[in-house]
């Protein structure tokens, strides 16, 4: 038993040293770096051309409000992902989590305002899957709900359909929320690190039986913009609107966890 313990001590320690970090800091309210930093961050690229990112995770003081905090997080993780994608190789499934102020802070303020990078070393990549700790593939798994978009596009075939969660939208319109803005940054990850991946966004809604202002397709164009405007390739992403023609649940729905599901956004496979 000892000897058992010693070796997955030993294993677990190599994972750790494998898979490095490096941590950007910005001033208070900042989601831009400093000349300082910056300089800090062209020195680290310099050294990591090699290297391969894995995630990014953003970090906030506890000054200002919880929802100001999250998107400042999100901010911080977008602006070093733009900074670096074209400079150091990104694994296809990277992930980015913002955090805001709920953390385990330092008292020292100043160390709290940051982004993290996750990466591994050059020298090390032989054993990428083996730090992150994935297997070996396996054909034909089965999609899940509660995969993040990344896997499920991975493990999608073209025609697949894919629920896009957590985007909502403000009551008949198609303004988005801003706690959309998390699962839209996956989404641009994934079809950022899928060059040849190809999708139709397609709009429901809920409640009605006639889609009269036609706020389906307007929803799927809205994230379609949002797509183009952080670079996508609008021939890579066309829409549709479904209307009330696709319902997941009888309208009128039964209640508000019918509706919700009702009202969503898809997308699906087209080539990749």
């Not at 805001?100 to 709290?112: D, H, L, V, Y």
């Not at 641009?188 to 190809?198: E, I, S």
């Not at 390739?233 to 599901?261: C, D, M, W, Y």
Request: net charge positive; aromatic share 8%; proline share 3%.
């Amino acid at each position: 038993m000892i000897i058992r313990i010693l070796i997955l001590f030993l294993l677990v320690s190599n994972m750790v040293i494998a898979q490095e970090r490096f941590s950007v800091y910005f001033d208070t309210n900042k989601f831009e770096v400093s000349k300082k930093e910056e300089s800090r961050l062209k020195d680290w690229i310099k050294a990591n051309k090699n290297s391969k990112i894995v995630a990014i995770n953003g970090y906030t003081d506890e000054v200002g409000s919880s929802g100001f905090n999250d998107t400042l997080a999100q901010k911080r993780v977008n602006f070093i992902f733009e900074y670096v994608k074209d400079k150091i190789k990104i694994r296809a499934d990277f992930k980015t989590r913002s955090f805001g102020e709920n953390f385990n802070q330092s008292q020292n303020k100043a160390e709290n305002r940051k982004a993290t990078i996750y990466y591994i070393l050059e020298k090390d990549l032989v054993n990428e899957n083996e730090i992150l700790g994935i297997k070996n593939p396996i054909q034909d798994i089965e999609i899940t709900d509660d995969m993040p978009i990344h896997q499920k596009v991975q493990l999608a075939k073209v025609g697949t359909k894919i629920i896009l969660k957590n985007i909502n939208f403000f009551q008949n319109t198609f303004a988005m929320t801003p706690e959309s803005n998390g699962a839209l940054y996956d989404l641009l990850f994934v079809m950022q690190n899928n060059p040849n991946l190809k999708i139709q966004i397609q709009g429901h809604i809920c409640c009605v039986d006639t889609d009269r202002k036609n706020l389906s397709l307007e929803r799927a164009k809205q994230v379609r913009r949002f797509l183009v405007f952080k670079g996508i390739l609008q021939h890579r992403v066309s829409v549709t609107g479904k209307g009330v023609s696709e319902p997941l649940f009888p309208i009128p729905e039964a209640n508000e966890e019918q509706a919700a599901a009702n009202r969503r956004v898809e997308i699906e496979i087209l080539s990749k």
